[in-house]
Structures are given as structure tokens and as C-alpha cells.
């Protein structure tokens, strides 16, 4: 089955490169592909050809083409990213990593991420529709630190348009082909952007309603597909933008506010879940999506930003960029049987300023990027019933009163309220040598201190009950970090870059609290220092580019976890390589695809020896994508892409639900779109030819709550009229 699927693959893109062939003039010349630049590599505007780091830059004509197929940035993400795992498929990212590790997610600079309780929804908390590009820096990033130890996804929401007003509306439908009248999905979006004077803006708005999800028998995927972690079937979606600027006369300031709103909302009808003789006990097999939802209250997420960024560009010969920022993050989890509803709260207050000072009085072409961060984050984990859990699980009695006279002393909860305030001072100098080799290096400091609120310890993981009083308190971080990079122009088609970089995480002191084996005293030593190391090829031809890069990663404080989630703090080195290559065949043609592996290996009894490998939790198998995309007029284009996940053996006791080796599959979509009367019709196909597979996270977990296949073929039809 696979090598005929690989035959029809071949065979269109064979098709694609010969039609493309015929429709080019023989006297056209190859387009030449378009330069980018980026902000997350050092927060300043930089071309990705001059970066001394790897970057993937997922543009926006890229974006638009993967939202015929999916609505998820993590799925984007894995479609196009090398060293991004595949997507998890679900509404939650855990098991989702960069180079092996977390990494930091940023919306328009803002940090998404929540460290302290790590409900893992960065990616999932703001919709494709609101995003104008997405900057992937792979690997250890000082220059924001805050957590991105596997590196920085920095999401560039939409911005205005010069000119006149320009608006849109579209609809759009999705179904499966497996099963069409309960698989429905619509979304409506419509937006508006321009300038009047001295004043910008942009407003948009996207609602989707979806279904059930089926896989390819037809058969009906849970709505919670891996428990508590959430899934994005029979879910409502609203995501609102909004911006306003304001330029001065001479163009050299700017006032920029902002308002993301994203809010998804589950309320299954089968997001019942299955309970045998243990949480994790093995599977008997496809599961089938049972009828009920326990949940008290509906999961999902809801994530707000507000955001006001000021920049001038001439402040006594420096550009400086000063970002303030309030976010409001509410992650819902779905009811586990046995347990109390959970919801992560977190807000954020804080703010970055960025100064771009030159130094040509010195060096010509040099210049020093320095700055400050401030962040205040408080965060919570509650129950939505933990009363009503204790009494069902209970029952009335003396150990029940005891329990509520307890939960009532600690306000309700049993989790700590967990108030983090920090601060990062750094600064970045860049200098060319000489017209081909260019040296960056930088230092950044952070300072962390969070108070840890009263709580209740349930040495038995909640199925005792027996609850014994937390003692909170300060705890502090304090930790340097430091970089140096390389970019060499050997000639005018080969780069050589690499370097040495630091990254820094506190790690999830609210899951640490859970463990049994907790001391309030080792909360300092979660915190992980990760060193480090890559060196890469870039190559850059009239028509096309490619990039070559071999990377490693060493902690001493690595985080994983156990079969019953409880966190492990061992020594871990990670290694891999990464390819991205794209190619303009001629002006009707585009081509390219990334591969990436990695190994990773862990101490687990102290002695210096790497004896077990990590899991596909933290370390996929191989990954290739491959994608032509057709442009042979300018009223139809096509894209055919396909993502392949290798097979990995496992062995290592640190496996959720033991040993499981995980077994391939090879996904294929088709998109196209088309200009139809007076708009365009987009046309998305995933899974086209029908693959009957088992996600990587799914199989990973190896418990009966992700025993469900992926989705089976799924047909999504959008019309676009811009006026």
C-alpha cells in the first residue's frame, strides 16, 4: 500500500513538473526566490540570509495554502519546520517539542508559554487567520530567553496595509469523506485594513463550528483523544484581532495597540471515556468515541492579549523598540474519571525594550542590540469541582468532613497559587570582520523569584485522599547565559554559520508540588541550563536555497517524565540533523521538502553514562515532507505535499504506557484554489489518499484513552471575495 501511494505521488509530481515545463516560455528566466527577513533571531529586522542561527520562516502565502487543510499552527508548524515534531493533533501540544526540547512561543513578542504550570496551549491560542507569518529559530535563543531552551517561535499577527482600505469575507465548509452528516465543519471570517493620514489599522474576526472527526473506516474519533489533554473535535473557535497605529510626521515614531482575543470551547457529545482496569492500562485496540461528557465544565481555551508597542527610529542615534503587554490565559482541562476538573489560570504583565545602537564610529557596520525584560506571571491550577469529586469518590463521613474542612482552609484548592516576577537584562554585539565573515556574540542575566503559596499534598496522587498541609514560600533563580555565532560567506553561493548558545528554563514547579517525593528545598534545582551546539551549510543559488545543519544539546537538568507523569529531573544529551531545501524550477514551478533526525539519549542513575534513549515523547522518529507547488496562470494554483514519520523502537521504561515501538505513516494533501466569479475558491484535501494511521503522540502515550486512529480523508471548500 505504501509504494503505490508513493507511485501516485511520484506520478503527480511528475505530472506537475512536466505540465510546469510546457507552460514556460523557453526565453523566461527563473524567478529568483524572495529574500525575508526575520525578528527572532535577535529581535531586531534581520535578513534570513544573513542569520547566524537556523530560521524557518513559514510566510503568509504559506499559511493561507496549509489552512485549506487544518486550522491548527501546530500542524503548520510540523508541515514545514524541520526539528518540530509532528503534530500532536489535538488541542494541546505536550509531546510536541523542538530539537527534543520546550520551546518558548511568542505572539508579536508577548510570551504564551506558562512555565510554572505548564498546561502546554502556546500553540493552540490564537487561530491561523489572525497570523501574517511565523519566525522559527531552532536551538537555544538568549536573546528572549524565559524558557527557550529548544528555541523561539515568534507568531507575527497581521499588520496594516498601506493604502486605502482593503476588506474580505469568506466561508468556508469542511466533512469527511468517510462520514459526511456528522462530520460538518463551517467558518466565516471577514476583515478590513488601510490607513487614513497619519493612522493605521486592521480588524479581523474568524468563527469555525466543527463536527466530529472519523478516521478512515468511518469510524468516530473521540472528541478526547488522550484524555484530560483535550482535542479539538466538536469544538466552537472565535478569534477577534484588532490594531491601530499611530505614525508621526516625520515617520520616525510609532504608538502601535493591540487586541487578540482567541477563545475554543468543547461541548461533546462523545467525549465519554473509556475506564479499565487502570489509567494506564494497556490497550485492547482501536478504541471506538463513547457517548457522555463528564466534564462540569466545558474545556478548551481562552487566551486574551493586550499590547502597546512604541518604537523610534532615530533616539540619539539608536532605533529603540519598547513592548507592554497584559495577557490573560485560561486553559480548561477535560474530567479524567477519578479525578477533580482542572483549569490553569495565568496572567501576565510585563514588557521589552529593545535598543539598536550602531557603532561605526569604531567598527564600521558593527552595532550593539541591548535591552531589558520585565515579567510578572501569576498562576494557579484549580479544580472546577473539587467538592463535588471529593463527595461522589468519598461518600459521606467523618474523612469527607475532614477533607472539605481542609479544601475550605486552603480556599478551595489544592494547588498553590504560584506568583513568578522576573527580570532579564542583555545585550547582543554584531561584527563584520571582514566583507564575508560576520561574529555575533551576547550575554543575557535573568533573575527570577517565585512566591509559592499554602497548598494540600496528596502523597498517593489523589487516590487516598489524604491530604497533608503544603508549607509555601520564596524561591529563587538567578542564572547568566551566553552565545556566540558565526556566519562565513565562503563565495557568493555558500554560507558556513554555527555557534555556541545558552537557554534557561525554571521548569514546571506546579507539577513538582504533585510529587510525592517533593521537598519544598529542590524546588531550586528544577530549574535547567541547557548548552548548545550547531554548525550549518547555507546555499543560496539564482533560484534556489538550501540548508544543511548538524546540531547537539546538552543538560544536566533535562526534564522528563515517568509512567506516572511524575517529573525527572537526569543529565541528557540530544543530537541531529536537519535539511530544508526549496527549488523554483522555472516561474511555474516550486519545489522542496526538509528531513530531520534526532537521537537523544539520558543518565538515569547518576553515573555519567547515557544508558537509556528518551521517548517519542520528547524524541520523534525521522521526519520528511516534501511538497511542488504549480502556478501555471494567474487565476489557478495547486500544492501537493506529503509528511512521513518513521518508525521508532522503544525499549526505555520512561514510555507513559511502556514499551511501545512506534510504526510509520506517510500523509499526503492536495490544496488548490481558484478565481471564481468574483472572489477565489480554495480547495483543501487532507489525507488524501485515505491513510489508515495512529498519530505519533497517540501512539507514544500507549494508554486505552489514545488508542484512536487520525482522521481519514477530509474535504474543505473556502470562497474568498476581497473588496
Known sequence: MMSSKTAVCGALFATLLNSSALAQNTDDEVSVLERILIEADNRIATPV???????????????????????????????????????????????????????????????????????????????????ERIEVVRGGNAAFGFGATGGTINIITKRPQEGETKSFVSAGVGFSATNFDDSLRYELQAGTSGREGNVDYVFDAFFEDTDSFFDSEGQRISSKPLGAQGGLAEAETINLLGKIGFNSEDELQRLELGVLYYDLEQDPDFGGLFVGPGAFAPPTGIQPALPGNADPVNAGTMNLNLTANYTHEDFFGSSVDARFYYTDLEITFDKFPGFAQTQIQSEKLGGRVTINTPLDNFIEGASLIWGVDVLNDETIQIGTDNVETLTQLVGPGPLLNGLLAQLAANGGQTDPTLDQFAYAGFAQIEVPIDERLKVSAGVRHEEIEVDVGSFLIDPNFMTTFAFTPGVGGTVDFSQTVYNVNFSYDANDYLQIYGGFSQGFTIGDIGRSLTDQTFAFGDLESEAQLTNNVEVGLRMNGDAW????????????????????????????????????????????????????????????????????????????????????????????????????????????PLVFGGARDIESYFLVDFYSSFDVGAGTLDVGIKNLFNEEYVPLINQAFNSQFSEFRGPGTTASFRYTIEF
Not at 547566524?52 to 502565502?61: G, K, P
Open 49 to 131: 540570509d544573513e542569520a547566524t542561527r537556523s530560521v524557518t520562516v513559514v510566510t503568509q502565502e504559506e499559511i493561507e495554502e496549509q489552512t485549506a487543510t487544518t486550522q491548527s499552527v501546530a500542524d503548520i508548524l510540523a508541515n514545514t519546520v524541520p526539528g518540530f515534531s509532528p503534530s500532536t493533533e489535538g488541542n494541546s501540544d505536550f509531546g510536541q517539542t523542538l530539537r527534543g526540547r520546550t520551546f518558548l512561543t511568542l505572539i508579536d513578542g508577548v510570551p504564551q508559554s506558562t512555565p510554572l504550570r505548564d498546561g502546554r496551549r502556546s500553540l493552540n491560542s490564537i487561530n491561523p487567520a489572525s497570523i
Open 545 to 652: 536555497d538550501a540548508t544543511v545543519v548538524a546540531f547537539a544539546s546538552e543538560s544536566t537538568g533535562g526534564e522528563t517524565f515517568d509512567q506516572n507523569l511524575n517529573i525527572l529531573v537526569q543529565p541528557e544529551l540530544i543530537r541531529g540533523v536537519e535539511i530544508a531545501a526549496n527549488a523554483q524550477v522555472n516561474d511555474n514551478l516550486l519545489i522542496g521538502g526538509t528531513f530531520a533526525y534526532l537521537d537523544g539519549r539520558v543518565d538515569t542513575n547518576g553515573d555519567g553514562i547515557l544508558d537509556q534513549g528518551l521517548p517519542a515523547t520528547r524524541i520523534p522518529p525521522t521526519k520528511i515532507t516534501a511538497y511542488a507547488e504549480f502556478d501555471p496562470t494567474d487565476w489557478w494554483k495547486a500544492r501537493i505535499q506529503g509528511l512521513y514519520v518513521g518508525s521508532k523502537t522503544q525499549t526505555e
